[in-house]
């Protein structure tokens, strides 16, 4: 049973839990799900590349990932801002928080798997694209080609989740 079941209060619902979400996110949030995100790629790489790995730190009031590589037999280090890596996932995280809202609790946690799956997969591959930016090409290429297509990927979640639930349409009578 949803808890919300009238289309009146269903989008200031999702407005207020992307508000609450977006600002937790300012304060504290987004560096813990970095963590995660450096975690995940971690655990990636050293089944991959056993001399790469990805750190977090902090640098002006900034948080950054730090690369650690091996460039040409010599170990390198370069620093990557965040960007638009991380900020989408403010986008799946409220979808995800309403739609515990707008259906039954099977669906919703069904849902939440897929799409926080996919989308933290996706992260984890980009991550280690990231970590050969300086080493090839292509992995350049691929990095700056979908640095800031995780709004879309986000977007195309919850479009995808709209056609399997539409949470917003009337329901039949």
């Known amino acids: 049973m949803a808890i919300l ?17 977006y ?8 560096p813990v799900y970095a963590r995660i995100l450096v975690g995940g790629t971690n655990i990636a790489l050293n089944i991959v590349k056993t001399d790469t790995s990805v750190g977090l730190e902090k640098e002006k009031n900034t948080w950054q990932f730090r690369i650690q590589t091996r460039i040409d037999g010599r170990r390198a280090s370069f620093p990557q801002v965040f960007g638009g890596l991380l900020q989408p996932f403010v986008i799946v995280l409220s979808w995800q928080l309403f739609l515990f809202m707008a259906l039954n609790p099977k669906q919703a ?3 939440l798997w897929v799409n926080v799956g996919i989308y933290y997969l996706l992260q984890i591959i980009f991550m280690i694209f990231l970590t050969g930016y300086h080493t090839s090409e292509l992995q350049q290429f691929i990095y700056v080609m979908f640095v800031d297509s995780f709004y879309i990927i986000a977007l195309v979640l919850i479009l995808k989740d709209n056609m399997l639930y539409p949470v917003f349409m009337k329901p039949r009578k």
């Open 23 to 30: 600002i937790g996110w300012h304060n504290r949030l987004e």
């Open 109 to 111: 946690l069904q849902s």
């Open 5 to 21: 079941s009238s289309n009146t209060f269903k989008f200031p619902v999702l407005i207020i839990i992307t508000l609450l979400i």
